[in-house]
């Protein structure tokens, strides 16, 4: 059945579509963010050669410091390049584990 454009219809009935909110990180002025933070691109890369899966988490934050710089987002920068230094410490640290481990293991299952 096809209802007349002239008939009164019954608004529909909707919930309220919940939205979760967002965070906006604090924004900081030049001044407050001081100097731009050091990227630490070399020592992510050298600690892919350790251990890739890691490594390659730093390099991306590491790789990220200067467009968020450049975009003004100044306190995320800092936290990208706090990131990527502590990933890249710890990739080098499960490396060098890992390849101990090997090497020990190499060196028992040989006698």
Known sequence: MVVPSSAPTEPIHQEPVYQEPVYQEPRMTLEEAGPEPRDGFLWSILSCALF????????????????????????????????AKTAAVIAAVVGVVVIVGVLAWLLISSR
Do not use: D, N
């Open 52 to 83: 890739l899966p890691i490594g390659w988490f730093a390099v991306y934050k590491s790789a990220s410091v200067h467009p968020q710089w450049q975009a003004g987002e100044y306190a995320l920068a800092h936290r990208s390049a706090a990131t």
